[in-house]
């Protein structure tokens, strides 16, 4: 997992939330996703994870994602 999103689930996990699943090759191969178990706002988005409120209950609330150059995309999603 990118380190950006390493640094957001150990501030997340500090505060009391709890990783509830994880997964590789989604949404493309190389691809690495966290889900964590309740919901996040936007006050650990910076230039390496940027935020996105989704907010649809087919899919997630909000999320982080990392997208660097030649490399997957990462997600950090509540």
């Known amino acids: 997992m990118h380190p950006a999103l390493q640094a957001i ?3 997340e996990v500090a505060s009391g939330n709890r990783v509830s ?3 590789v090759d989604w949404p493309e191969p190389g691809s690495v996703h966290v889900t964590l178990s309740k919901r996040f706002d936007n006050h650990h988005a910076n ?3 940027s935020f996105s409120l989704c907010n649809d209950p087919h899919y997630w ?3 982080y994602e990392t ?3 030649g490399e997957p995309v990462h997600l950090l999603i509540c």
């Open 9 to 11: 689930v150990a501030a």
């Open 21 to 23: 699943d994880t997964g």
């Open 47 to 49: 230039a390496a994870a």
């Open 61 to 63: 609330h909000a999320s």
């Open 67 to 69: 997208s660097t150059a």
